[in-house]
């Protein structure tokens, strides 16, 4: 089944306490994107990718990291955690030519 | 700052109406995408229109685009109870594909 996966799902951690949220595709999709989702403001974008070792900054960068060693793979790394980073994360992908994004089910993210 | 933006915020209709939704947005684009989320899930890509088209058709669902106005609508025709759910538009800034923001979205109720 086409897909993207995140992992975890769920993720309870403490402030300064390193993390990564895994994304895989399984499309061979060359566009990958990060977001994040939060109460009355909607999607925003923290990190896209255009193939491998190309990335870019999204609207919220500040706090995150992300590589793209692998076309599949597009880890998101928060090398120090803070509560304003708790968030529902989606990773999201698509291929050339299709503009659609397939998203990921999610990573509900709590920093305490 | 905010690309798209929806409206009403949020739309309670009866099973069998038609819903419509609208989107703005303030700089020009490429394409226009409108995406549903059923409530703390992934994101579903339901259709794209590109910044030269006016109108589009996907099943029961109808966009329509007026580049001159910065705006863009989402009609749900015979709208059912498994409709319910968030409806996002997403616009690409004009300057790359991947640079996608999105609106805070339109919640959508249909009553059974």
């Known amino acids: 089944e086409a897909q993207v996966t995140q992992n975890p799902r769920y993720l309870i951690t403490v402030t300064g306490k390193k993390l990564t949220v895994t994304c895989s595709q399984n499309m061979n999709h060359e566009y990958m994107s990060w977001y994040r989702q939060d109460p009355g403001l909607g999607l925003r974008q923290i990190y896209y990718s255009m193939n491998v070792e190309v990335t870019d900054k999204g609207d919220v960068p500040e706090g995150y990291k992300v590589s793209r060693k692998e076309k599949r793979n597009f880890p998101l790394i928060l090398e120090s955690p803070s509560p304003n980073q708790t968030s529902l994360y989606f990773c999201a992908s698509r291929g050339q030519g299709n503009y659609g994004y397939t998203f990921g089910s999610g990573t509900r993210l709590t920093v305490v | 700052s905010q690309q798209g933006e929806e409206d009403p915020q949020a739309l309670s209709i009866q099973e069998g109406e038609n819903a419509t939704m609208n989107c703005s947005y303030k700089t020009s684009i490429n394409n226009l995408q409108w995406y549903r989320q059923n409530s703390g899930r992934g994101l579903v890509h339901l259709i794209l229109i590109r910044s030269n088209e006016r109108e589009k058709h996907s099943g029961r669902l109808r966009v329509t685009l007026d580049t001159s106005k910065k705006s863009s609508s989402l009609l749900i025709t015979a709208s059912r109870a498994a409709d319910t759910a968030s409806y996002f538009c997403?616009?690409?800034?004009?300057?790359?594909?991947?640079?996608?923001?999105f609106g805070p979205g339109t919640s959508l109720s249909v009553i059974p």
């Open positions: 997403a616009t690409d800034g004009g300057t790359s594909y991947d640079k996608v923001i």
